[in-house]
C-alpha cells in the first residue's frame, strides 16, 4: 500500500473522512523526518504529518516514530501558553504515527527562513520568537507532570546529543572532551519543556506573530538547548547571506533578550553561562557533526566555523552576546 493510501486509511479511522474515499493530496516541501500533506477535505484543506522511521539525509538516520506522539504533546501544550503559537491538533492517529493540523496557507503564513534569507529581517519578529520559547519553558519548568510525558532523553540522545554534540567530539579529539562532558551535562538536565528544533525553517511568519512547528525532538530537559539552537541557526545565516549579516546579529539580540525576560525559573548568569557553552558546540557540530547545514558549501565557510567556534568551546565564554561579539570579530578577520 502507498503512502497516501495508508493516510486515507487513517483519515477514515480518525472520522475525517469516509471509507475508502481519496481526498486530494498534495506534499509539502521540507519533510525530512516526515511525510507531510496538504489533504482537502469537503470541510477545507487540513496538514497532515506523519513520522517516517528513516530520514531523507545522506547520513543512514532512523528515528523511533514514536517522537510524532511527543510532537503531538508539545503541540497540544506550547498551544495553551498565553502569548503562544503553534497549530492545534485536529487529529492524531497514535497507531499511524499521523497527526492532524489546520493548513496554514504559506501566502499569510511564510517560512521564517525564506522572509531572513530575502533580507526581511525584522527584530520585533525575532523578539516574539525569543518570547514564545521563553514562555514554553517558563510555563513547563519545574512540572512533574509534564516532565512524565516526555521520558524522552533516549530519543533527545538519538536526534540531538549523539548526531550534534558527540559526532563533533569525535571529529574534534583536541575537544572531545569537553564536548562529550557539555553532551552528559546536557542529556542528564530536567529543567524544562524543550522544544529541540527551533530553526527558522520550523517558524511560520503568521499574521499574528510567530506560528512554532515541528516539535518531534521535544524533551524535557535543558532550556538553554533552545536558545542555542536557534543562536546556531541565526549566526550561521551570516556566512550564507553575509551582506545581512548585521541584521541577522540584530535579530539574535532581540531574540534572546526577549527570550530573558521570560526565564524566571533560575537565575539568568547560569541559563545564559548554559547557552554559551552550547552555541558554539552546536556550531561545530553543524559543520562536522551527522547533520551538517546544507548552505555552507564551501570550505572556506567551514573553516570559519571552526575557527570561531574551537577557541570558545576550550574556554567557554560567559553570555551570548560574547559568543555574537566574538563571531562578529571572526567573520571580519575572516
Ligand atoms: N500546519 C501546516 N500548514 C501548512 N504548512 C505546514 C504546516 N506544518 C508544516 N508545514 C510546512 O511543511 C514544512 C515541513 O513541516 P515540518 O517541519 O513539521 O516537517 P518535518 O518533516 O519535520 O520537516 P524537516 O525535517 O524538514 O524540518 C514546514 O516548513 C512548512 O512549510
Ligand atoms: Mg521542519
Known amino acids: 500500500m502507498d503512502d497516501r493510501a495508508e493516510v486515507a486509511e487513517s483519515l477514515a479511522r480518525l472520522g475525517l473522512i469516509g471509507a475508502g474515499e481519496r481526498p486530494p493530496m498534495t506534499p509539502l516541501a521540507g519533510g525530512v523526518s516526515s511525510d507531510i500533506y496538504r489533504v482537502d477535505l469537503a470541510s477545507g484543506p487540513v ?6 522511521g528513516r530520514l531523507r539525509v545522506a547520513a543512514d538516520w532512523t528515528a523511533p516514530r514514536e517522537r510524532a506522539d511527543y510532537e503531538v504533546a508539545w503541540l497540544r501544550i506550547a498551544g ?3 502569548g503562544v503559537q503553534a497549530p492545534a491538533v485536529l487529529a492524531h492517529d497514535l497507531g499511524a504515527k499521523l497527526f492532524v493540523m489546520p493548513y496554514l496557507d504559506p501566502e499569510r503564513h511564510p ?3 525564506g522572509e531572513l534569507a530575502a533580507g526581511r529581517i525584522d527584530p520585533a519578529f525575532a523578539a516574539r520568537v525569543g518570547r514564545a ?3 514554553v519553558h517558563a510555563a513547563t519548568a519545574g512540572r512533574p507532570e509534564v516532565r512524565r510525558q516526555f521520558e524522552t532523553a533516549d530519543l533527545f540522545d538519538a536526534l540531538r ?4 554534540l558527540r559526532a563533533a567530539a569525535q571529529a574534534h579529539p583536541p575537544l572531545s572532551d569537553r564536548l562529550r562532558a557539555l553532551a552528559a551535562r546536557t542529556l542528564a538536565a530536567r529543567i524544562a519543556l524543550v522544544h529541540g528544533d527551533i530553526s ?3 517558524i511560520l511568519v503568521g499574521p499574528a506573530g510567530p506560528v512554532l512547528l515541528d ?3 521535544a524533551w524535557y530537559g535543558d532550556p538553554a538547548f533552545d536558545l542555542a539552537f536557534v543562536a546556531t541557526h ?3 545565516k551570516t556566512l550564507w547571506r553575509p551582506m545581512h549579516a548585521p541584521a541577522y546579529l540584530q535579530a539574535l539580540d532581540a531574540l534572546a533578550e526577549a527570550y530573558f525576560v521570560e526565564a524566571d525559573w533560575e537565575p539568568r548568569a547560569a541559563l545564559e553561562a548554559r547557552v554559551a557553552e552550547l552555541t558554539p558546540a552546536l556550531l561545530l557540530a553543524r559543520v562536522d557533526g551527522k547533520s551538517p547545514v546544507e548552505y555552507l558549501t564551501e570550505a572556506s565557510g567551514r573553516d570559519v566555523v571552526r575557527r570561531i567556534a574551537g577557541p570558545l568551546i576550550a574556554t567557554p565564554a560567559p553570555t551570548l552576546r560574547a559568543v555574537a561579539d566574538r563571531w562578529a570579530r571572526g567573520l571580519e578577520d575572516g
Open 161 to 164: 546529543i549523539e548526531p550534534y
Open 47 to 52: 496538514c497532515v504529518k506523519r513520522a517516517l
Open 234 to 236: 541565526l549566526l550561521l
Open 80 to 82: 495553551a501558553v498565553e
Open 215 to 217: 516539535a518531534e525532538c
Open 111 to 113: 517560512v521564517w527562513k
Open 133 to 135: 520559547v521563553g514562555r
Open 200 to 202: 527558522p525553517k520550523n
